[in-house]
């Protein structure tokens, strides 16, 4: 029998609008072509992802949290895609030419053959994200998803060379694979308090 995990901090009530944030982030999932099916599973999937946000940002406003759920659901799916085609046998350099394929709408109007629903989903997050966003957050959170490129890439030598990672190398790279650095821009962006790097790399 497991034993309970015991957390010493009161439980953060979710945002007000929860529920609403639930079902506007499946339609936009849904409409945007990235849902895999219409299984119970996935689906319960795209309102754990709209949980996690609600409870990340208790505070955000809405739209900048609707703009969060709708990369948390993008970013869970696509990385599967991006884990599934390793894992079918697709050699590095095509993981990486995927990644940088679709993230590229990061820099510019791309879309990448193939994945375009990807591509087109990002760019419209990247639209609603970039209004109002000084330069510098925008180029740190950039910087951060080349930093999870490169873990993905990473992960799918390891698998190529069935090699496996010490501890300290992994949990090293951990910290860019599980996209957490993104995670943490956009509590900024959540609260609309924007740290220059000087002060976030202190």
Request: hydrophobic share 40%; net charge negative.
């Amino acid at each position: 029998m497991h034993r309970a995990l015991l957390c010493p901090f009161p439980a953060t009530p979710p945002h007000l609008q929860a529920a609403q944030l639930a079902n506007d982030c499946l339609e936009w999932t849904r409409k945007c072509g990235l849902l895999p099916d219409e299984s119970p599973r996935t689906l319960d999937k795209v309102r754990s992802y709209s949980a996690l946000a609600a409870h990340c940002y208790p505070d955000a406003h809405f739209e900048r949290l609707r703009a969060i759920c709708d990369y948390y659901s993008w970013l869970f799916f696509f990385d599967d895609v991006c884990e599934n085609t390793s894992l079918n046998g697709a050699e590095p350099k095509a993981v990486s030419r995927l990644l940088f394929d679709v993230y590229g709408v990061l820099r510019g109007p791309t879309a990448a053959a193939g994945h375009a629903p990807f591509a087109q989903a990002l760019a419209d997050i990247w639209r609603r994200i970039g209004d109002g966003c000084p330069g510098f957050w925008r180029r740190c959170l950039i910087r951060h998803v080349e930093n999870y490129i490169d873990g993905c890439v990473w992960e799918a030598q390891n698998r190529q060379l069935d090699r496996v990672p010490s501890r300290a190398v992994f949990e090293g790279m951990r910290m860019h694979t599980s996209t957490m650095y993104e995670f943490w821009d956009f509590i900024e962006y959540a609260g609309d308090l924007f740290l220059p790097d000087e002060v976030v790399e202190h």
